[in-house]
């Protein structure tokens, strides 16, 4: 069966940085594209990032470009998010997600399979 797992989410101070992991198994992985998306309490789930199978292409939401890095490492079936100058608005749950399509997606409702999620919270 198909696992997400995410980790690296933590409490850090404004301008801070935390690295997200997504550990991914039960599936094929370098065939995935991959997401970040979040969610801030009473607000919807939101995109943050994602990246093509090979790793080729990525995109990024406007609130977070700039300041976070999307990559993979095929060999280790994990997705990473790298993110800098964290700002009290980046606090949320941060899930990935996996996408069977392989190519750029930021819709929430095309992803296929969702981790557990793992929390951000940044203080000012």
């Known amino acids: 069966q198909v696992q997400l797992v995410e980790s690296g989410g933590g409490s850090v101070q404004a301008g801070g940085s935390l690295r997200l992991s997504c550990a991914a198994s039960g599936l094929t992985f370098s065939t995935y594209a991959m997401g970040w998306f979040r969610q801030a309490p009473g607000k919807e789930r939101e995109f943050v990032a994602c990246i093509s199978r090979s790793g080729g292409s990525t995109s990024y939401a406007v609130s977070v470009k700039g300041r976070s890095t999307i990559s993979r490492d095929n060999a280790k079936n994990t997705v990473y998010l790298q993110m800098n100058s964290l700002k009290p608005e980046d606090t949320a749950v941060y899930y990935c997600?996996?996408?069977?399509?392989?190519?750029?997606?930021?819709?929430?409702?095309?992803?296929?399979?969702w981790g557990q999620g793992t929390q951000v919270t940044v203080s000012s």
């Open positions: 997600a996996a996408d069977k399509r392989g190519g750029i997606t930021t819709t929430s409702a095309l992803y296929d399979y």
